[in-house]
């Protein structure tokens, strides 16, 4: 699309190009930058810098009763550190310590002479309070500040010479961290080396001092709140040892100490022996519970029963009359005597098994019922036991709490009695530790004004500044400048360049009517050859002339051109469509009596009066002037006489070339492009923008009218820093 602005690649030549075209900007700048730092360095007073080195580091062993030393990180004690240095209360000190009225004149040397910034402040502060008088802010002010203090009854009192230099030296007064370490650079600068020493290594001091008697403050403030504090503590100590005498006493706190301490113990023992007693219970209830219900034969089935000893030795020996029989047996016959005994003998031992087992059966029998005794006898006690001790909780929390409140008071009194003896051994030692390692020396050279830096720095940042500056200009500027401007941006050719015309005593058309064979004339040739080649069959007859704003040089174009396509003996015939500010017939010096407004107005007006025949050097031109301004030049261009008259005329001239006015202002180039075969657009070299150049275009083109092309007028190559091969070479005029 021709209307938007397309990318392109910047080159190295284009930045070339904007430096060669910004040069005076820059160099401008450069000079003024460089001669302000060089006037600056050169005239500033020199300045002394005198520095002291101090070591702080946080006191971390003041605690006597630990012996693990820890330094947390605090990352604001070196800037607390600062601002104490820089405080009102070490100032006061170093005015103190210096003397106020010595160094006052040392300070601010009330017999020098001032110098040429300190005059150049003094006169621009002049001129700020002249414009305050001539516009009355002194006066609303002085008013404002009348009504404030006349009802705060607050008066203005000046400073005194030592608040004046604390003033001085608190501004001037720098504290900085060396690098990887615990060291604080503290500086100070002065026009007189000896006192920015001086005035440092009394800050150093000052502070050290300041740090002192805080500390000092801190503690003995610290003592005597913790002495008001154990006195009260030790009262209450005293009265609530009183309050659980008291308590002891009235309920015979000793007896039930003593219960308090065996109630526990008891309760645990009795519990255990409970369970114990019941699990006797129900191991004796299991076993009994077998014995009771089963016959005498199946008694020794029964596991406890087997292990009664006396029954497993009356077995043994069942067994072995047994096993007597059995000899005997085998000798004897069943009546011998000796059967006989040995089967008494068996029968007597199993009368006595049976009455071994029911003596068993009784004695788990017995142990049951004792089990149960035993298992009544202790949850009766622990019952006991429990509501003795519910009896006693109370009285008991109570003591507690007593006891409690007495061991609060004793550790709350111990603590500041040991608090307050730590702070009365370790009053003197500080919170923070400083140490001078480096007292300030007076220094031999001035800090300031470095003067070969300055002059680098000025060459430099005038330099780079200047740079900077043609760029940010050439960013700001959206004018059209060059031919590649238009043709990359728009995408129609540029078919001449005008050179800036700089001849105060004629025109531009004088200048080409009058000199055919000039540099300027040979543009427009420029211009004819391209209009000419521009289509070889028929190239366009009948030519619109317009621009975007005033004053771009349309109408000198449109004469010029006449003239240049004259010179090949083609009959041109220039119209002057602009009905608004006409121009052709000052160019050529004709009377606009009668002319085109007059033609299209239908008036009766002969066609000598019309057309107005220059002859000069250059050719012969006819012209129809404007007329007489209309009220509604539009309408009439809109009429179809406008277009009848155009196309008679086209029968008669080889080219016509009509001036129409700007298009940003009217319509008219747009209501008379429809009678014309193309358009020129005339533009003014750094000053027609990108915007008002688009939306010409593609008004043009919205109605489909050709655009032959862009003549940039009043191009300065050399300014623009466009390169152009111009040499002396000298066009010879055509015949």
Avoid at 85 to 96: C, D, G, L, R
Avoid at 116 to 145: M, T, Y
Avoid at 397 to 407: F, S
Avoid at 478 to 495: A, L, Q, R, S, Y
Wanted: one cysteine or more; proline letters at 4%; a negative charge.
């Amino acid at each position: 699309m021709t209307e938007n602005i397309q990318e392109k690649e910047i080159h190295l030549k284009d930045y070339l190009r904007v430096l060669k075209k910004r040069r005076g900007t820059i160099i401008t700048f450069f000079i003024l930058t460089f001669v302000t730092v060089v006037i600056a360095t050169y005239t500033a007073t020199p300045m002394f810098r005198a520095g002291t080195k101090v070591m702080i580091e946080k006191n971390t062993s003041s605690d006597l009763t630990s012996a693990y030393r820890y330094t947390p990180y605090d990352p604001e004690f070196l800037e607390t550190q600062y601002q104490l240095i820089k405080s009102a209360a070490v100032m006061e000190k170093v005015v103190n310590n210096l003397g106020p009225e010595q160094f006052y004149d040392l300070i601010f040397k009330p017999d020098e002479k001032p110098s040429l910034i300190a005059i150049a402040k003094a006169w621009v502060n002049d001129r700020v309070v002249d414009i305050k008088d001539v516009l009355g802010i002194d006066r609303l002010l002085s008013s404002e500040d009348e009504d404030v203090s006349g009802e705060s009854g607050i008066e203005t009192v000046p400073l005194t010479k030592a608040e004046q230099l604390e003033e001085v030296i608190k501004n001037g007064i720098s504290a900085e961290p060396v690098s990887n370490s615990r060291v604080v650079q503290i500086s100070f600068m002065a026009d007189n080396p000896a006192v920015a020493a001086k005035i440092v290594n009394s800050v150093a001091q000052a502070y050290i001092e300041e740090l002192v008697e805080m500390q000092m403050e801190a503690s003995g403030y610290s003592i005597g709140w913790m002495k008001k504090k154990a006195d009260l503590q030790r009262k209450s100590l005293e009265e609530s040892e009183r309050i659980l005498h008291a308590y002891k006493k009235e309920h015979d706190i000793i007896t039930i100490e003593d219960r308090l301490t065996v109630l526990p113990e008891r309760l645990s023992d009795l519990s255990r022996k409970m369970t114990q007693a019941e699990t006797e219970r129900k191991e004796l209830e299991s076993v009994y519970s077998q014995v009771k219900n089963i016959s005498r034969d199946k008694l020794e089935t029964i596991p406890a029963i087997v292990e009664n000893t006396s029954v497993d030795s009356i077995n043994r020996a069942i067994l072995a009359a047994e096993q007597k029989i059995s000899e005997l047996s085998k000798k004897y016959g069943s009546k011998h005597p000796r059967m006989m005994t040995a089967k008494n003998e068996l029968a007597d031992l199993k009368k006595k098994k049976y009455t071994e087992l029911d003596k068993a059966v009784q004695t788990i029998k017995n142990k049951y019922q004792l089990a149960i005794s035993n298992e009544k006898s202790f949850k009766e006690l622990l019952d006991q036991s429990k509501f003795q001790t519910s009896q006693l909780g109370e009285k008991s929390i109570q003591l507690e709490i007593l006891k409690r409140k007495v061991e609060t008071n004793r550790f709350l009194y111990d603590a500041l009695i040991k608090k307050m003896k730590e702070e009365g051994i370790t009053e003197q030692s500080q919170s923070v530790n400083v140490w001078v390692i480096e007292d300030a020396r007076v220094p031999e050279f001035p800090a300031t004004p470095n003067k070969k830096r300055n002059i680098l720095l000025g060459i430099v940042l005038g330099l780079f500044g200047g740079i900077g500056l043609a760029f940010f200009l050439e960013y700001l500027d959206t004018t059209i400048k060059t031919p590649e401007d238009i043709e990359e941006k728009f995408n129609i050719p540029v078919i001449a360049t005008v050179d800036l015309f700089k001849n105060k005593d004629k025109t531009i058309v004088e200048h080409v009517f009058d000199d055919p064979s000039s540099m300027v004339s040979e543009n427009f040739k420029s211009m004819r050859t391209s209009i000419l080649l521009s289509s070889p069959d028929h190239p366009p007859k009948i030519i619109l002339v317009t621009s975007m704003t005033s004053g771009d040089g349309k109408s000198s174009v449109c004469a010029c051109l006449a003239s240049a396509i004259a010179q090949t003996g083609k009959k041109v015939l220039v119209i002057d469509g602009d009905m608004r500010r006409p121009t052709q017939h000052k160019i050529f010096g004709l009377d606009n009596s009668a002319g085109l407004s007059s033609l299209l107005a239908g008036m009766d007006v002969s066609g000598d009066a019309l057309i107005n025949r220059k002859v000069d050097a250059t050719g012969l031109i006819d012209i129809i002037t404007s007329g007489p301004i209309p009220p509604n030049p539009s309408e009439l261009l809109s009429s179809t006489m406008a277009g009848t008259l155009i196309d008679n005329a086209a029968g008669s001239y080889d080219f016509i070339i009509v001036d129409t006015p700007p298009l940003a202002s009217v319509t008219d180039p747009l209501i008379t492009s429809r009678h014309v075969d193309g358009v020129i657009i005339v533009t003014w070299a750094g000053k027609t923008n990108y915007e008002l150049m688009g939306k010409g275009i593609r008004q043009f083109k919205d109605i489909s009218v050709p655009i032959m092309g862009v003549v940039l007028n009043r191009f300065n190559a050399k300014k623009s820093g466009y390169y152009y091969n111009y040499g002396d070479y000298y066009y010879a005029s055509e015949s």
